[in-house]
């Protein structure tokens, strides 16, 4: 890490006055909450729409007749199973088959790919895929709810109208700009890639169309809650993609990708842990590092714990270990911080988004 | 902030409303404010003594934890359980119905060692 100061986005000075209370997040100062509160933008999330300024993800665009090979000796998820247009979730895996990151991919045209890493991980996924780190010039938000489209149908209507997990050219507000149907939070909803001179004026316009802004508190506990995972916690360069149970992320059929090895090794030879949800029955929220216990042994590890403000109890994630599988409604206890947290296996998500 | 005039303050932000021998206390608008959504509230054994500066409870949002201390050595005579189901509303109204447990105190005269309200609004910058 170097100790220099912390990157902005386009949007600070409008997060800023919007009473925005700012944090550090992976080397930049981002919205925590904004004066909603998390629990009110967490649950606007659910019944109608918020905004989020997701500017702090890295993008490193890959151009050319070969970017898509490239991508696909690199990434282990398998880019012929989808075309330009579209979009798709893959890892950067190392040796070991352990997460070193995970991407969305924008398939921008025939060859040009938006790889989209965590903030944080943004230097590493330019080593691993070469590329241009075009992050510091665009602005990413996300609008994302079950009303998301329906508010963007008059400042964006080709936008509002962008299929799930595909990709397009299109009009934000007056402004030039790409849109995905993805997110973060199990909801339905757009993302939206404009230049940063377009920032402000498209935030103000979806601000204007009733969608409430959101911080990193409200994507935290939707993403647990939706069970999606969170690298360098689900994820890490010691934890694989089949221990996280995203099996379907792994590109099997590809000849030929970092990792791919150690993934069949661990295949053929059987999961020594796994990912689970657990669900409390009180408000206190379980947090990542707890003990899960099994008759009073340990059986594993929290790796993302919050209050769930959907269901008014605690939910967690955690790996645990395969040598006595839990079921779901298994009994569990979580050990947070000395005290021991009655708890069931349920299934995850824990909060499923309405039909 | 809000730091009203007829409280008294520890530097952990917790208030103190003396009443007789008895002590309301709670957590400062700044200490709500800085924690975000309070979403559980771990509260203190009603009958349990305390010493001053001990750890009395828990005061949980969605992103941290906050140890809540005793600002004065006392018994705890009364905790608010309405905070077990509704802990929202120690970020509506910290000072009000927001408070957290009652003590009756040891030494009276504790109370006049914690700050007064310029000195604790010096201390946030409020």
Redesign the interface.
Known sequence: MHSTSLRRTALFDAHVALGA?MVEFGGFEMP??YPS????EHLSCRGDAVVFDVSHLGTVRVSGTEARVTLDLALCNDLTKIAPGRAQYTQLLNDDGGVLDDIIIWWVSTNVFDVMPNASNTERVLAAVGGDDVTAGRTVLAVQGPNARRRLLEIAPDAAGVGRFRVAPASVAGRAAVVAGTGYTGEDGIEIAVDNADASHVFAAILDAGVLPAGL?AR??LRLEAGLPLHGHELSETITPLEAGLGWVVGWDKAKFRGKDALLAQRASGLSRTLRGFSTS????P?DGAEVLVDGATAGVVTSG??S?VLGHGIALGLVSTSRPLEVGQRVQLNV?DRRLDAACVAVPFVKKKA | MIVPDDLRYSTEHEWARPDGRKVRVGITDYAQDAL??V??V?LPAVGKQIDAGSLLGEV????S?SEVYAPVSGTVRAVNDTL?DA??IL?ADPYGQGWICELEVTDAAQVEGLLDASAYAKLTGS
Not at chain 1, 282 to 285: E, L
Not at chain 2, 60 to 63: F, I, L, N, R
């Open positions: 209370k925590l909450s509160g998390t629990v009110k508190g935290d506990t009180t408000r206190q929220p947090r919050n209050f403000p911080r | 975000g959504d979403v559980f771990d949980e949002s969605t992103k934890v077990r802990p929202e970020n």
